[in-house]
């Protein structure tokens, strides 16, 4: 009879003993990050009854007012689909309305509402205080690093688009 044997217990590798190349460990860090970023904002923009997409919405109009729906998606990342969808939820709730262009029936410009300018400005300050108390531990000279990182990485991406 051969002798029971204990299962082996693999424990995960310490960070730096991670034999994956330096690529791979910044995308999976920045992907965890976004997520606990996207999660912090998230709650915090629950509790003035928003979403983190329509306080996208609301913060890109009050930069400027009456983008196309296009011009919105573009802006937002998203697609054309996505933002008829999220305007139509933002319309019903009274944050937005839509108003046809004078000199293109076919085209609806964005517009806010009072409902929509009052909700953006009582947001903006819980939104703000996550971003300092997550990003305050970098000096501004290292937020202005990483900025200009973040940027190069982007424009990265668009050439391999």
């Known amino acids: 009879m051969s002798p029971t044997r204990k299962p082996h217990s693999r424990s995960l590798p310490v960070l730096h003993d991670d034999p994956r190349p330096w690529e791979v460990k910044v995308a999976v860090a920045l992907v965890e990050f976004h997520g606990r970023l996207e999660r912090h904002l998230s709650e915090e ?72 300018r009052r909700l953006a400005r009582a947001a903006k300050p819980g939104e703000e205080a996550v971003l300092k108390g997550i990003f305050g531990r970098l000096s501004q000279d290292e937020l202005r690093q990483l900025h200009g990182m973040l940027a190069r990485l982007n424009a990265g991406c668009s050439e391999a688009e």
């Open 45 to 116: 923009l629950a509790r003035h009854g928003t979403t983190l997409a329509q306080f996208d919405a609301l913060m890109t109009l009050c930069l400027g007012e009456g983008l196309t729906q296009q011009d919105l998606a573009e802006r937002l990342l998203v697609t054309k689909a996505n933002v008829v969808g999220l305007i139509d939820r933002m319309e019903a709730a009274g944050l937005v309305e839509r108003r046809p262009d004078p000199d293109d029936r076919r085209v609806n410009r964005i517009y806010l509402t009072v409902a929509g």
